[in-house]
T-cell receptor, first 113, second 113 residues
Framework: DAGITQSPRHKVTETGTPVTLRCHQT?????MYWYRQDPGHGLRLIHY???????DKGEVSDGYSVSRSKTEDFLLTLESATSSQTSVYFC????????????FGNGTRLTVT | AQSVTQLDSHVSVSEGTPVLLRCNYS??????LFWYVQHPNKGLQLLLK??????LVKGINGFEAEFKKSETSFHLTKPSAHMSDAAEYFC???????????FGTGTRLTVIP
């Protein structure tokens, strides 16, 4: 899977608790992305990073924050998880050129009870 | 503005028969188009991509897609379905310099033995 590892693969948490998902890459890509996948919506961009400490919002960023202190790691944090954040989260790496495909991790299934 | 419409949420075919998964796109500029496949509990894998070269694009596992600008379509086909083709398929549009890909809502392909 193009050297992308997501952890954990599954997580069950309670409403109101903080949750951090990790994405680790070994490909030295500058751009990293967090998507969520929900039935009937395809994948939607949460946040992306274009370098160490450089991040920006996607279309569904409310309730999420990200950090990137090293090229290889991109963290997604839910400061106070809600049931609407129950989803499958995918990390992706790639280029910003618009014609190169992204490479995806295997996903993290998050359930907020 | 960019968007993708996958015209069928679910397609069912018999093994050995042709597969057609339909995708229409909207893009203000010359788009790049991709098809990804997702097997259960897996990440997304690139099947094929169109980036303004040949309009008939061949991908992995015998799949191909034809870019038709006049119809704003990028339908995915395969001459003969195999059981291992059962999965969810996503049509995706992007453009040069974009920070994001735009995903269709997916088509679930069922292959009947």
């Amino acid at each position: 899977d193009a050297g992308i590892t997501q952890s954990p693969r599954h997580k069950v948490t309670e409403t109101g608790t903080p949750v951090t998902l990790r994405c680790h890459q070994t490909e030295n890509h500058r751009y990293m992305y967090w998507y969520r996948q929900d039935p009937g919506h395809g994948l939607r961009l949460i946040h992306y990073s274009y370098g160490v400490k450089d991040t920006d919002k996607g279309e569904v960023s409310d309730g999420y924050s990200v950090s990137r202190s090293k090229t290889e790691d991109f963290l997604l944090t839910l400061e106070s998880a809600t049931s609407s954040q129950t989803s499958v989260y995918f990390c992706a790496i790639g280029n910003r050129d618009g014609y190169s495909p992204l490479h995806f991790g295997n996903g993290t299934r998050l359930t907020v009870t | 503005a960019q968007s993708v419409t996958q015209l069928d949420s679910h397609v069912s075919v018999s093994e050995g028969t042709p597969v057609l998964l339909r995708c229409n796109y909207s893009s203000s500029y010359s788009p790049s188009l991709f098809w990804y496949v997702q097997h259960p509990n897996k990440g997304l894998q690139l099947l094929l991509k169109y980036t303004s070269a040949a309009t008939l694009v061949k991908g992995i596992n015998g799949f191909e897609a034809e870019f038709k600008k006049s119809e704003t379509s990028f339908h995915l086909t395969k001459p003969s379905a195999h059981m291992s083709d059962a999965a969810e398929y996503f049509c995706v549009v992007s453009q040069t310099g974009a920070n994001n890909l735009f995903f269709g809502t997916g088509t679930r392909l069922t292959v009947i033995p």
